[in-house]
């Protein structure tokens, strides 16, 4: 049996809406996956799910055909975006733990980000995305960006200013969780720093560099392993069937129509 040119147009519409998605989001947008991995995934996907055309629209003008894919490029955008902001809230965390700690100016070169990332970015990002796995979260992802081909039709449109809110919401529980993952450690470097400072007015001769840099990592480092726990749930609760990344895309959803 032949293949038709609708079905070729429904799968590669459907192949740049998942491709676009796999290549910029978090886990798969490392230097070391092959770009034919994600390709092969995208077209896997867009072949099983292999979506419906609206019959309305005419296939046979390559203007249309522009912007059906121009629209599922930015759609395939948007749906990674999201998954890069609530990835970046323990990024964002490991950077608030570093600078305290005096790991500030210490980097780590990531050869499968091509760049600098903060020592405890780092950690943060391969714990988080341990979880992520340990969560399924990978696997609902997939079912989301397939049910996003009914929500969200081949021609579909979002609503651009409610989707403009839900981003900034999105970005303002960024800071806010990510300074929760933090706080632990902050609060106790900010009462280390009150305590040597006491320490110093009543001892003028103890050099506060010689004591303080190693007592602050010290202090650091233990409160960082007492407060796994604390990571652990927090970033559960961001990938969890019922979190946060859940309730974003399910709210982008909303917002689509036809």
């Not at 409610?162 to 800071?175: H, Y």
């Not at 050099?207 to 970033?235: A, D, E």
């Not at 309730?247 to 689509?256: D, I, N, S």
């Amino acid at each position: 049996m032949g293949i038709s040119v609708v079905d070729f147009i429904r799968f590669s519409l459907a192949f740049i809406r998942l491709a676009t998605f796999f290549a910029v989001v978090p886990l798969l947008n490392m230097r070391n996956i092959p770009i034919l991995v994600k390709l092969g995934l995208g077209a896997l996907c867009a072949l099983t799910i292999m979506p419906p055309l609206d019959p309305s629209w005419n296939v046979e003008s390559l203007g249309v055909l522009a912007l059906l894919a121009l629209q599922e490029v930015a759609l395939g955008f948007l749906l990674a975006f999201l998954v890069i902001l609530v990835f970046g809230i323990v990024t964002f965390a490991g950077h608030f733990v570093d600078t305290p700690l005096g790991f500030g100016m210490a980097s780590v070169f990531d050869p499968a980000l091509g760049g600098q990332v903060p020592v405890f970015s780092q950690f943060y990002h391969v714990f988080a995305a341990l979880l992520f796995f340990a969560l399924d979260a990978h696997l609902w992802l997939i079912q989301a960006l397939q049910y996003s081909f009914q929500v969200i039709p081949f021609g579909g449109i979002l609503k651009l200013e409610p989707t403009f809110w839900l981003v900034m919401d999105l970005v303002q529980e960024m800071f806010i969780i990510g300074i929760q993952i933090a706080l632990p450690v902050i609060a106790t470097i900010l009462l280390t720093d009150i305590g040597l400072g006491i320490i110093i007015r009543a001892v003028p001769q103890i050099n506060v560099f010689v004591l303080g840099f190693p007592l602050k990592i010290t202090v650091g480092l233990i409160v960082v392993v007492f407060s796994l726990p604390t990571f652990v749930y927090l970033v559960s609760q961001l990938f969890a069937v019922d979190g946060l990344l859940f309730r974003y895309v399910q709210g982008l959803f909303v917002l689509g129509g036809s």
